[in-house]
């Protein structure tokens, strides 16, 4: 499977913004698919994550009441809507998926390329 993000932009802090990771393949259906992000000079985090198949999601201490993670099964896209930026918030943006239950980036795979988003101040 290949997964392509898109929807990364510079905003003011306290705007929002909308990613997207679209799938590609002849049968998309893993069970859980997870959004994380890399700030400059720091090490890549977990955001947060969506079984496919019940749209369960979990999220991150830092984004829980403002990211809201959703998919759309029939086209194989996963969303991450994102409130009340923040500067912090600003990262390359990356989603993958996993056959696990897990948050460990390590059992995550199919990487896609990243979209950037800034959070001016």
């Known amino acids: 499977v290949q997964l392509v993000e898109s929807g990364g932009r510079l905003v003011q802090a306290g705007s929002s913004l909308r990613l997207a990771c679209a799938a590609s393949?002849?049968?998309?259906?893993?069970?859980?698919m997870g959004w994380f992000r890399q700030a400059p000079g720091k090490e890549r985090e977990f955001v947060g994550r969506?079984?496919?198949?019940?749209?369960?999601?979990y999220y991150s201490d830092s984004v829980r009441g403002r990211f809201t993670i959703s998919r759309d099964n029939v086209k194989s896209i996963m969303y991450l809507q994102m409130n009340s930026l923040k500067p912090e918030d600003t990262a390359v943006y990356y989603c993958?998926?996993?056959?696990?239950?897990?948050?460990?980036?390590?059992?995550?795979?199919?990487w896609g390329q990243g979209t950037q988003v800034t959070v001016s101040s």
């Open positions: 993958a998926v996993s056959s696990m239950f897990t948050r460990d980036q390590a059992n995550f795979g199919s």
């Open positions: 393949g002849r049968t998309f259906s893993p069970y859980m």
């Open positions: 969506i079984t496919w198949r019940n749209g369960i999601t």
